[in-house]
Nanobody
Framework: QVQLVESGGGLVQAGGSLRLSCAAS????????MGWYRQALGKQRELVAV???????NYADSVKDRFTISRDSARHSVYLQMNSLKPEDTAVYYC???????????????WGQGTRVTVSS
């Protein structure tokens, strides 16, 4: 079994910052890409940022220059530094990772339970 556990969400005023963390645990041989998605009320889940095991990253246009994704491969962790937050960033943020659990298996896609971010105006 593999678990992804997020932390760091909360309530912040517009213009403020938050840092989300996600740690993977369990039987892990290798983690390929790790990323953050978000889902606002009444909307579909969308990609926020993704980072490969080679640390190449990609961002949604709406968060470029405000959010930074990073990872600590030794700790099986990914982070999202969110600056200059806007009310439209309000959503549940989900961690996602492609994880290989044994040398005999391929990669499987895994989700965390989500952490809520609320940005007040």
């Amino acid at each position: 079994q593999v678990q992804l556990v997020e932390s760091g969400g909360g309530l912040v005023q517009a213009g403020g910052s938050l840092r989300l963390s996600c740690a993977a645990s369990g039987s892990i041989v290798r983690i390929n890409s790790m990323g953050w998605y978000r889902q606002a009320l009444g909307k579909q889940r969308e990609l926020v940022a993704v980072i490969t095991d080679g640390s190449a990253s990609n961002y949604a246009d709406s968060v470029k220059d405000r959010f930074t994704i990073s990872r600590d491969s030794a700790r099986h962790s990914v982070y999202l530094q969110m600056n200059s937050l806007k009310p439209e960033d309000t959503a549940v943020y989900y961690c996602n990772a492609d994880i290989r659990r044994s040398v005999l298996s391929g990669f499987s896609n895994n989700w965390g339970q989500g952490t809520r971010v609320t940005v007040s105006s």
